[in-house]
Every structure is written in C-alpha cells, then in structure tokens.
C-alpha cells in the first residue's frame, strides 16, 4: 500500500498502513518528520538510540495524518505521545522508555527479538 506525499489519507488509510507496516517488519519507528529530518526532539533521541543497534528499520512521518496516526497508535499500544517503536509486532515505547532500555544495556537485545 503506497501512500503519496500531501494526499489525504482517512482515519482507515491510516489504520491499514499502521497495520501494515507493524506486520511487515521486524522494527518500526513512527515518527514526527524522516531519517533525515526529525521534526521533533524525542522522534530524533529515538531515531539516534535505534541506529545505534539497528541498520535496517521502518521509518513512518506520522506529520502528514497526525490526529489520525496519533488515534491508530494509541488504539494499539494505548500510548498516546509520539515517537512510537515496534519490534516484531510489539510496542517497546517511546524514547524515554528506549532510553531507559539502552542505559540499562537491554535495547540491543530488545530491537534484535
């Protein structure tokens, strides 16, 4: 499912992308901006700890639909701030849980599952 930039996506787009992203793979970051442009200070802590143990990862700029990405994430994670981060189909956190998990040596371990 392709989604071109400035389109409108409804609440289901939105939905069916989250879902489809989530399952197709093994790390997700949904995100305020892109790799290479971060809107937001916590989405770039979490971009920055993740590319530390990661190579490959999905990136998703929730920017562009953010009252509706900001309703299906939190439906799935019941978590309602953004960065979120998924490893395997699971919600891990946001950057202040993904740091926690790197101060204590453990976030390696949890983006690799």
């Known amino acids: 499912m ?6 409108e996506m409804s609440n289901e787009d939105v939905q069916a992308r989250v879902d ?10 949904f995100m305020k901006g892109n790799r290479l442009m971060p809107q937001c200070g916590y989405s ?5 700890l993740i590319s530390q143990h990661v190579e490959e990862f999905e990136t ?4 562009p639909a953010l009252d509706g ?3 299906a994430l ?6 309602e701030t953004i960065p979120q981060t998924y490893v395997e189909g699971e919600f891990v956190g946001g950057s202040d849980i993904l740091e926690e998990l790197d101060e204590r040596g453990e976030l390696e371990a949890t ?3």
């Open 74 to 79: 939190s439906a799935r994670s019941d978590w």
């Open 111 to 113: 983006l690799n599952a």
């Open 69 to 71: 990405y900001r309703e």
């Open 2 to 7: 392709t989604f071109e930039p400035g389109s």
């Open 60 to 63: 998703v700029d929730v920017l």
């Open 20 to 29: 489809e992203t989530i399952a197709n793979n093994d790390v997700v970051l």
């Open 44 to 48: 770039a802590k979490a971009l920055e």
